[in-house]
Nanobody, 123 residues
Framework: QVQLVESGGGLVRAGDSLRLSCAAS????????MGWFRQAPGKEREFVAA????????SYADSVKGRFTISRDNAKNTVYLQMNSLKPEDTAVYYCAVRRFGLDRRPTAYDYWGQGTQVTVSS
């Protein structure tokens, strides 16, 4: 199985920035995408951003477009989520995930998940 380890969450003020990291290990697919999702208390898990590893295609949720950036480091087998201009509405547990083939915005389309990291944005 693929193992994903997330880090970088924390407590910040509105307007601040955070960078989340997700390090992947284990068996990999020949073609795959990595995504970031978040889940706030009482709400369903929602799509944030995704990236195709080899082609570097990206997709963003409308709520984070222009503020968040997904990127990767091939040497470290790590995907990042740079979060700028954070808002209280961004407060959630953030998860990274991997799926075979291309981009998808559905949580059910992903095969492996990290443990999640808490992001809390105060007003």
């Amino acid at each position: 199985q693929v193992q994903l380890v997330e880090s970088g969450g924390g407590l910040v003020r509105a307007g601040d920035s955070l960078r989340l990291s997700c390090a992947a290990s284990g068996r990999t697919f020949s073609s795959y995408a990595m995504g970031w999702f978040r889940q706030a208390p009482g709400k369903e898990r929602e799509f944030v951003a995704a990236l195709t590893w080899s082609g570097s295609s990206t997709s963003y949720a409308d709520s984070v477009k222009g503020r968040f950036t997904i990127s990767r480091d091939n040497a470290k087998n790590t995907v990042y989520l740079q979060m700028n201009s954070l808002k209280p509405e961004d407060t959630a547990v953030y998860y990274c995930a991997v799926r075979r083939f291309g981009l998808d915005r559905r949580p059910t389309a992903y095969d492996y998940w990290g443990q999640g990291t808490q992001v809390t944005v105060s007003s």
